[in-house]
């Protein structure tokens, strides 16, 4: 009787070689089967999809090579960083995420300064979830971003690496013309929990949205805590 394993290794054997089949559909599909498989034995096969002239397909590849979660893709996917189809580079920075190394820092922050608003919110989001102080500069320019959804990214992330170097931009962003930079900033300030925040944020508890009073009451308490 085959054991299980030996079946997972027939299936994406298979379907690694569909990622050469003359459809386009098929090697996408392929790709997104791979990724819910999870074997590190695609990634060869996923790499080369990376470089496939369908986007779709790369946008595909590009997603299962961060569900498989391994640093082996991290140089393909900084590549792809610089595809030409923003959904390709925006879910190569979303795999990069979730692989998690710092060897994608230099890479993400080029992402920060993307033409498509998308990406520079990946990457930010990225950043975050890396969590290297290296990362700073480039997030504190990103609070000043054109696009809300990159400026709320950015906040969150600098909350997560928790450096009392962002302190003085957050504090500005607890004033965005955007509702959510507004309560990303004060979550970001409870993180870090540094009491000179603590007079923006009684200021924020007037806020005219509910979740940025919400926030800003929340990281107070985090910040008397400590």
């Known amino acids: 009787m085959i054991k299980i394993n030996e079946y997972t290794k027939i299936a994406v054997s298979s379907l690694s070689k569909k990622l050469d089949d003359n459809h386009p559909e098929i090697r996408a599909k392929a790709a997104e089967s791979l990724g819910k ?18 986007e779709y397909v ?5 997603e299962a ?17 610089e595809d030409s189809d ?6 190569a920075a979303e795999a990069l995420a979730k692989i998690g190394s710092e060897t994608a820092i230099a ?3 080029k992402a920060l300064e993307d033409s498509n608003k998308d990406v520079r919110g990946s990457a930010a989001e990225a950043l975050g ?7 700073i500069a480039g997030l504190l320019k990103a609070l000043e971003d054109s696009d809300k959804d990159v400026r709320r990214n950015a906040a969150e992330a600098l909350g997560k690496i928790g450096s009392e170097t962002a302190i003085a931009e957050l504090l500005k962003a607890l004033e965005d013309s955007n509702k959510d930079v507004r309560r990303n900033a004060a979550e970001a300030l409870g993180e870090i929990g540094l ?14 949205e509910d979740s940025v009073r919400f926030s800003a009451t929340d990281a107070i308490g985090k910040i008397g805590s400590t």
Do not use: W
Not at 129 to 135: H, N, P, Q, Y
């Open 86 to 91: 923003g959904f390709v580079r925006r879910n």
């Open 107 to 109: 890479g993400l922050l």
């Open 58 to 62: 790369r946008r595909k590849a590009a």
């Open 65 to 81: 090579l961060g569900k498989i979660g391994s640093e082996i893709a991290i140089p393909g996917l900084l590549k792809a960083l």
């Open 195 to 208: 009491e000179e925040a603590i007079p923006a944020l009684i200021n924020a508890l007037s806020d005219a």
């Open 37 to 54: 498989i999870g074997s590190e034995t695609a990634i060869p096969g996923l790499l080369k999809a990376l470089e496939d002239s369908d």
């Open 129 to 135: 979830k890396i969590g290297s102080e290296t990362a």
